[in-house]
């Protein structure tokens, strides 16, 4: 979905509380989620995007269908941009960015770490910079985890077992940090990404590789990685998995200052945060540059 008709406010409209706005992610996240499971074909209907390694299911398209049609239910003035075909626009100031299946190759292979990720942000989430997320969740529906957020709210998982409070680790030793990232679609993409990799890789702990940015963000939050990189990544990738991170004390950044964009996402524990931000940027100009 490419439309551009995104909200313009900056701040969330009068009357909308962040809580609430959490509460309808957390419900339309589950729903899309139980979908993805509860009613995987056994012919997924796979074909390709970006590249004949990037591909998208009919269960992609139906969970995002099932999203922007509960969204216009409870939502019905905010607009809505996805990853597939099929957004809605909206008056209200505010937009959900919503990825149906982030982490499809892993949903495709029957790997258990893939996620529904729904958040809502003010501005402009197609512009680096001029969008800010409000409230979000990111389900991986194989495990029933549930990491939601609101801006100022705090992080928090929640699990059949309860709900728990979400904070970034201790870690302030670069080179003890497990750190997480992905790799683009494009072949020429990833020889770049893996030469930042060969280049990072005897500077920490070590890598993890799981398939989905959502995931890996919240991973962050939860004190699963102690630190993140990744570059082409979209709002819909990110925005919920962003606020989740920020929200449990992880600092994050891009190519400069605290904008993230698709050239470079990266995050850290606040104690690796001045080590590891200004690495990892130094490592992506030099190997990685530009993504478009």
């Keep these: 979905m490419r439309q551009r008709l995104m909200a313009t406010?900056?701040?969330?409209?009068?009357?909308?509380?962040?809580?609430?706005?959490?509460?309808?992610?957390?419900?339309?996240?589950?729903?899309?989620?139980?979908?993805?499971?509860?009613?995987?074909?056994?012919?997924?209907?796979?074909?390709?995007?970006s590249t004949a390694t990037d591909p998208v299911t009919e269960m992609d398209q139906r969970s995002q269908e099932l999203i922007v049609r509960l969204l216009g239910?409870?939502?019905?003035?905010?607009?809505?941009?996805?990853?597939?075909?099929g957004g809605s626009p909206g008056t209200s100031g505010l937009t959900w960015v919503v990825d149906p299946i982030d982490g499809t190759v892993n949903y495709l292979y029957g790997i258990p770490a893939y996620a529904v990720s729904v958040a809502v942000v003010t501005g402009d989430p197609t512009r680096p910079g001029h969008w800010e997320a409000v409230a979000g969740a990111v389900l991986n529906p194989a495990t029933g985890e549930l990491f939601h957020a609101h801006r100022g709210g705090g992080a928090r998982l929640t699990t059949d077992a309860g709900t728990r409070v979400l904070r970034a680790t201790a870690a302030t030793e670069l080179s003890l940090a497990l750190v997480g990232t992905g790799f683009g679609y494009a072949a020429a993409l990833r020889a770049?990404?893996?030469?930042?990799?060969?280049?990072?890789?005897?500077?920490?702990?070590?890598?993890?590789?799981?398939?989905?940015?959502?995931?890996?963000?919240?991973?962050?939050?939860?004190?699963r990685l102690?630190?993140?990189?990744?570059?082409?990544?979209?709002?819909?990738?990110?925005?919920?998995g962003e606020l989740v991170a920020r929200e449990a004390g992880a600092v994050l950044g891009g190519p400069v200052d605290e904008v993230t964009t698709r050239d470079l996402v990266w995050g850290a524990a606040p104690g690796l945060a001045q080590a590891f931000g200004p690495l990892v940027r130094e490592l992506s100009a030099r190997h990685v540059g530009p993504v478009d």
């Design 73 to 85: 239910e409870q939502r019905p003035d905010d607009a809505v941009l996805g990853e597939e075909e």
């Design 226 to 240: 102690d630190a993140y990189y990744e570059a082409a990544l979209n709002p819909w990738d990110r925005a919920a």
């Design 192 to 223: 770049r990404q893996a030469a930042l990799l060969v280049d990072l890789l005897p500077r920490v702990r070590d890598i993890r590789r799981h398939g989905g940015a959502a995931l890996d963000l919240c991973g962050l939050a939860a004190g």
């Design 9 to 49: 406010a900056s701040d969330v409209p009068e009357g909308v509380g962040a809580a609430a706005l959490e509460d309808v992610a957390c419900r339309v996240a589950w729903a899309a989620g139980r979908l993805v499971v509860d009613e995987r074909p056994a012919d997924l209907g796979v074909t390709a995007k």
